[in-house]
């Protein structure tokens, strides 16, 4: 999947820098982004396949940006995977009805990432796990 573009959206500089190595050295473009307000700036310049979205954000949270992404014709087409370590009961749920294509669980397997990424873009649901437990 060289050079396909990932937008990683994530509070956590730690997280997006992870992320981004692991999806880099597989050959993919990242951009990142750290609130709803800094991805929608990216999405409008960078225009990514896939993005891999935190649900817990400063001021408009992950399922709240999704929605708006899915609404609109523009940015529908994006597939959207929510990484999260927030996993309440009823998360995966929320995140299905907000339009994600897939749910991933932190901490991140640092192995499967890149597979995961690679399933969903090829129009499947990411086959494998590329978090904990529930992946």
Wanted: hydrophobic share 40%; charged share 25%; aromatic share 4%.
């Amino acid at each position: 999947m060289v050079n396909e573009p990932v937008l990683i959206v994530d509070d956590n500089p730690m997280n997006r820098k992870l992320a981004k190595i692991l999806l880099e050295k597989d050959g993919y473009l990242v951009s990142l982004a750290c609130d709803a307000e800094e991805a929608m700036d990216s999405i409008m310049t960078f225009r990514p396949r896939l993005i891999l979205m935190d649900i817990q954000l400063p001021g408009i949270d992950g399922f709240e940006l999704t929605r708006q992404l899915k609404e609109n014709p523009a940015t529908r087409d994006i597939l959207i995977v929510v990484v999260t370590s927030y996993d309440q009961k009823g998360d995966q749920e929320k995140a299905k009805a907000a339009g994600c294509n897939g749910y991933i669980q932190k901490p991140i397997d640092v192995v499967s990432l890149p597979k995961v990424v690679a399933g969903y873009l090829r129009g499947g649901s990411g086959a494998g796990h590329a978090g904990g437990a529930k992946g």
